[in-house]
């Protein structure tokens, strides 16, 4: 899964990829470098470090971690005067099912993250970054760890770079393979060396981040967005896309699709067509019952209420779901919604940190009985039941992860409740209906 | 100073607080698991969301500051829905053995279903299983099923004992609390955790399945471990000690006990060993007889010999109203000015939190009562010394196993006279030739007064012949009526011992003294008026929580 050009656009003008250009060998800092790689980085330091908040700020970027949470406004919260130290987590956890983006910038354009993260902390005057990266990716984290040497060896990171004030120190953390530590307080505490539990908010990182430090996070791709827009100025950035979620946006494409894989593109492009023109439609043209469009703790929707929606915050949350990861899943026709539902449940059960009580005993509790439902054995009260159990999670826990849980749910039965309702035991005829598979 | 408002009431509170605290100090309880005021913030339990006007969802009071202006709703339909839904998760993978439990009765979880929750399970799933009966440590027994992952063990080990040996394993309803590989919990304070678990997760490996909570009386008590006199309830059943808890007091102990204190002080009580009657030495053979026999035979025996021949100890073990009355019969009546007591340091033996090297519950009450040697008399060394000469021939020694410290030990055959009161057969009874039974600590009213000079309260909890139960401690149980006059159906065993302040107020009046002391209280009077340092005291005034003596000096190291 290479990042692609489009070729078939429907007349639309040709993307030219930002973030994952298609030059060979861009992972090495030779060619990275040759390509105007860093010139950002020199240009930054060149400025005020205010005045690279403010691009940033003026340029909309807005976080791709899931929140879409304003990039620039992020960083301003973190107090310019301080004794303590600072720190910058960049969180490359990537463990949203149907999320896999992240995982080609570290593979195809490693130094554009590094070049990022530098710009970030110096922006913030952070001499410390973390670059937090799943356990279950040790390729990617090897070819991290190599183009960060590289960095190093070419002296645009360490002590003061490139002959100037500017110090940063740039490590590489590995995840223990849990999804609740690309949570950013759970990630803090993984770093920290504690047990993967998200903290209690507020204080927020900015105040109480790392080792009680002011703390920044963002995500890897939300970074990666920072040399583009110092090269090329805010004003050309914002003009990227959809005004107010502007930028090139890495769309993961998964499921019933004839190509799926990590598109790169501007932000508002309609769902359809990253579906039909850019991941080569439905394979056997069938038609497409559901789609989760922002990874899986995004609010599914129903195939025929895509009309129009587009991958850009807005128009995502007016069609009642998130643009979150842009990772996108497609299901035809044939789809089995109740077995892909029950198999997020439990994935979010399996993940549940286990600290707060409603997503700790909720999550178990869905699962429980979506099996039922898989099965044939559920009742139709248990569909009332289920939407409640994801209500009493859904805004009572420490952190956004029974949010997470409860979406899915609520939206599938809201969207797809006659799939449910088939699915429930029948009194009469005591055999439950087929369903296809 | 903050203006809020909780549930349309209008408060001016600290804004440093929680709206938990705030609310607390106001009297307004917030339900909750985790939240404990002695523990960081957790904030996992969920169960003390409230409602917060200009906030979108609902906020766990635990974690929020006060604010100017703060609206808090804590009984709204929306908070209440929260509070049911809390509770229902918290239900459904718990194993509900409440009729095995030894926390029932007193169970938060058990509490909070009543007041909190639907009323019935929506259920039907299997339930996680999870280890059962896992010795934590020595004291401390673990039931992960029961356990509702509040944290407050850990917290506590972390914060309070300082020995960071708990910990989470696992993820959602499989987390399971346990010890890091190659530790236990077995810190000085570990028990301390089996009150702070909300639930039955956590019990007492010495009270587990006992007694039911509800079949026990609870009486006010201080511990006698060590000088720092901590704050205990004493928990009885049919007459007899089944558990102490420690009970709060800010100057004193803050929420807690040491474990020693808790398993240890009141073993006596009960012990095989306790002496009932007093006994004499008749032939060489120590005997029981009754009190008018032996209190006669004390008096005339003490007659024989000169004032300057007779020595008294007293004892830091006993209150100060025993103290008191004993040395104004040795000096008073006696006449004698050989008056002191030993001192039990175990240098080293001390902390930083609670623990004394000092193990004596009243070191300073005894001295400040005035044992001590009168105007040229001897003190203990000097006692010792006399002994051996021959120069003091009759020692009369209170509450106190003196035969045990091997200097003491050696002279005491060269008495001619060895009177002792005693609660329990030791070496020093087995030397005595006469022994009066008296009360323990938790059989009698008095005072004890600790390090810091506080003057705090003991009170019958178990009932002798001669003393009922205190009566102003009466607390929950239904079964309070065991071993009290009107209790037709228990046949507690009553052990037949007197207060030592009684006995030795007996003695002094058969060798002609004036000592008319009727109560406990009687004798505290007179001590508020008489000593300096326990000017305008009185029992009332020390109530449950105890109150400094005069002497004592400002500066009081708080826990
Ligand atoms: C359960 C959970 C898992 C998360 N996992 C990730 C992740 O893998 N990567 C990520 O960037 N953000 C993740 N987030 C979001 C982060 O908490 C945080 O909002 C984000 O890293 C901020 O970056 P941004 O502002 O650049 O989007 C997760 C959040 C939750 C609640
Ligand atoms: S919501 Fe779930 S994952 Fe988040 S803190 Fe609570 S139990 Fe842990
Ligand atoms: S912990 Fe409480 S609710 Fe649970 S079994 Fe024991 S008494 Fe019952
Ligand atoms: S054992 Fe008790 S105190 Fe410890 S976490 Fe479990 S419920 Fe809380």
Redesign the pocket.
């Known amino acids: 899964m290479t990042s692609q050009n489009p070729t078939e656009t429907s007349g639309k003008t040709q993307w030219d990829n930002l973030i994952l250009p298609s030059t060979p060998n861009l992972h090495k800092v030779e060619t990275y470098i040759s390509h105007g790689g860093y010139e950002a980085f020199k240009k930054a330091l060149e400025m005020k470090p205010e005045e690279v908040t403010d691009e940033v700020k003026k340029s909309n970027l807005?976080?791709?971690?899931?929140?879409?949470?304003p990039?620039g406004l992020?960083w301003t919260f973190m107090p310019k005067q301080t004794t303590k130290a600072k720190y910058l987590?960049v969180?490359?956890?990537?463990?949203?099912p149907g999320?896999f983006k992240?995982r080609q910038i570290f593979e195809f354009n490693p130094h554009l993250l590094i070049e990022g993260t530098l710009i970030a902390c110096y922006a913030m005057g952070i001499p410390t970054a973390y670059i937090y990266i799943?356990g279950e990716y040790a390729k990617w984290i090897k070819m991290m760890e190599l183009a960060l040497a590289d960095a190093y060896g070419k002296g645009f990171v360490g002590e003061k770079i490139l002959g100037k004030e500017f110090s940063c120190n740039i490590y590489i953390h590995k995840g223990a393979g849990a999804?609740?530590?690309?949570?950013?307080?759970?990630?803090m505490n993984s770093i920290e060396g504690e047990r993967g539990y998200?903290r209690v908010k507020p204080p927020f990182p900015a105040q109480y981040g790392l080792w009680g430090c002011p703390t920044t996070?963002?995500?890897?791709?939300?970074?990666s967005n920072v040399p583009i827009i110092i090269k090329n100025g805010w004003e050309w950035y914002s003009k990227i896309g959809a005004p107010k979620h502007p930028g090139p946006i890495l769309v993961g494409v998964s499921g019933h699709v004839n190509k799926p894989g990590v598109y790169e593109m501007p932000t508002g492009i309609p769902i359809l067509e990253i579906i039909h023109r850019w991941a080569g439609g439905v394979p056997g043209d069938k038609g497409i019952k559901a789609v989760i469009p922002g990874g899986s703790?995004t609010m599914v929707l129903r195939g025929d209420q895509l009309e129009g929606v587009k991958m850009d915050a807005d128009s995502m949350k007016a069609a009642g779901s998130a643009v979150g990861?842009a990772g996108l899943i497609v299901m035809d026709e044939d789809t089995d919604l109740i077995k892909v539902l029950t198999r997020l449940a439990k994935f979010y059960y399996h993940?549940s940190c286990g600290q707060c009580t409603p997503c700790r005993e909720g999550t178990g509790w869905l699962w429980k009985v979506l099996k039922r439902f898989e099965k044939h054995e559920a009742r139709m009260q248990d569909i009332d039941l289920l939407m409640d159990i994801a209500n009493n999670i859904e805004g009572n826990t420490i952190?956004?992860?029974g949010?997470?849980a409860a979406w899915p749910i609520q939206a599938m039965i809201r969207r797809f409740r006659d799939e449910f309702e088939k699915r429930v035991v029948h009194a009469q005829a005591g055999t439950p209906e087929s369903v296809a598979v | 100073m903050a203006k809020i408002t909780i549930d349309g009431i209008a408060y001016e509170v600290d804004p440093k607080l929680t709206v938990i605290q705030a609310a607390r100090d106001h009297g307004i309880k917030i339900p909750h698991f985790c939240w404990h005021p002695k523990l960081s913030v957790a904030g996992n339990c969920r169960m003390c969301l409230v409602e917060i006007e200009k906030m979108p969802k609902l906020a766990i009071a635990c974690a929020t500051q006060v604010a100017e202006g703060m609206v808090v709703k804590t009984q709204s339909e929306r908070v209440q829905k929260a509070r049911n839904a809390v509770m229902e998760f918290l239900l459904i993978n718990h194993p509900l053995d409440c009729p095995i439990c030894d926390e029932a009765g007193e169970c938060k979880l058990q509490d909070y279903t009543y007041k909190y929750s639907i009323g019935y399970s929506r259920f039907n799933e299997d339930k996680v299983h999870k280890p059962k009966r896992i010795q934590l440590g020595p004291n401390v027994m673990l039931d992960v099923e029961r356990c509702i992952m509040c944290s407050r063990c850990v917290r506590f080990a972390d914060e309070i004992a300082k020995q960071p040996v708990l910990t989470f394993t696992q993820r959602g309803d499989h987390v399971v609390l346990t010890t890091f590989p190659g530790t236990q919990l077995d810190n000085p304070y570990s028990m301390n955790v089996i009150e702070l678990c909300p639930v039955g997760a956590l019990t007492g490996t010495d009270f587990r399945f006992k007694a039911r909570v509800w079949e026990m009386s609870s009486t006010e008590s201080t511990c006698t471990g060590c000088a720092r006199g901590c704050n205990i309830n004493i928990w009885v059943r049919n007459n007899e000690i089944l558990r102490l808890t420690p009970r709060q007091n800010e100057e004193v102990n803050s929420a807690w006990m040491c474990d020693f204190g808790r398993l240890q002080t009141f073993k006596d009580v009960n012990s095989e060993k306790r002496l009932s009657g007093p006994l004499m030495r008749k032939e060489g053979i120590l005997s029981s007889v009754g009190w008018d026999e032996a209190i006669a035979a004390a008096a005339s025996e003490l007659r024989l010999f000169k004032k300057s021949e007779i020595a008294g100890l007293g004892s830091a073990y006993a209150s100060n109203e025993d103290n008191y009355a004993f040395q104004k019969f040795m000096k008073d009546v006696l006449g004698t000015k050989n008056v002191d007591f030993v001192r039990h340091l175990k240098e080293g033996d001390e902390d930083a939190f609670l623990l004394r090297a000092d193990k004596t519950a009243n070191t300073r009450g005894a001295e400040e009562v005035g044992v001590k040697p009168g105007e040229g008399g001897s003190n203990i060394d000097a006692i010792i010394q006399g002994i051996k000469n021959g120069s003091i021939k009759a020692l009369y020694a209170l509450e106190d196993d003196i035969a045990a410290i091997p200097e003491i030990a050696g002279v005491l055959s060269n008495l001619e006279l060895l009177i002792v009161h005693s609660s329990i057969q030791n070496e020093t009874t087995a030397a005595a030739d006469i022994v009066f039974s008296s009360s323990t600590y938790a059989e009698k009213h008095g005072t004890l007064t600790n390090f810091q000079g506080r003057v705090q309260r003991i009170r019958p909890a178990v009932v002798t012949l001669e003393q009922d139960r205190a009566l102003d401690g009466f607390a929950m149980s239904r079964w309070d009526k065991f071993a009290s006059h009107n209790d037709r159906w228990g046949r507690p065993i009553k052990k037949d011992a007197r207060p030592s302040w009684r006995i030795v107020s007996a003695v002094a009046s058969a060798v002609g003294g004036k000592m008319k002391f009727n109560s406990a209280d009687d004798v505290f009077r007179e001590i508020s008026e008489k000593v300096q340092a326990f000017k305008g005291l009185n029992y009332q005034k020390i109530g449950n929580t105890g109150v400094m003596s005069k002497t004592a000096s400002r500066a009081v190291p708080v826990v």
């Open positions: 807005r976080g791709r971690g899931g929140a879409c949470f990039t992020k987590c969180n490359g956890d990537e463990s949203e999320t992240d799943r999804y609740i530590c690309g949570e950013e307080s759970a990630l998200p996070i963002n995500n890897v791709e939300t970074i703790s990861t993940e952190c956004a992860l949010d997470a």
